[in-house]
């Protein structure tokens, strides 16, 4: 199985910082890309940035200027650097990968980490 863990959640003021981490364990041959989503209550879950293994990046419009996201390949785990932190990017983030399994047949899983708490408020 493949595992992916996010850690570095919780409660930060408007205009404060956070930084998540997302490590991807498990029987994996390779991953093509991760990348960091974000639901709030009552909206359906969207896009915050991907990365691929190139390190080609992928930014939501409204986290442009504020959230860097980063990846070190050789440990799996991608990065969401937080600042400038508002209000409306309260949500529970979860953390995505396309990973490539140890398989006969070269497919990709699409994996999803439990989530974490990112609370922006005064």
């Known amino acids: 199985q493949v595992q992916l863990v996010e850690s570095g959640g919780g409660l930060v003021q408007p205009g404060g910082s956070l930084k998540l981490s997302c490590a991807a364990s498990g029987s994996i041959f390779s991953i093509n890309a991760m990348g960091w989503y974000r639901q709030a209550p009552g909206k359906q879950r969207e896009l915050v940035a991907t990365v691929t293994s190139g390190g080609s990046t992928n930014y939501a419009d409204s986290v442009k200027g504020r959230f860097t996201i980063s990846r070190d390949n050789a440990k799996n785990t991608v990065y969401l650097q937080m600042n400038s932190l508002e209000p409306e990017d309260t949500a529970v983030y979860y953390c995505?990968?396309?990973?490539?399994?140890?398989?006969?047949?070269?497919?990709?899983?699409?994996?999803w980490g439990q989530g974490t708490q990112v609370t922006v408020s005064s």
């Open positions: 995505n990968a396309k990973v490539r399994p140890y398989q006969v047949v070269p497919t990709t899983l699409n994996c």
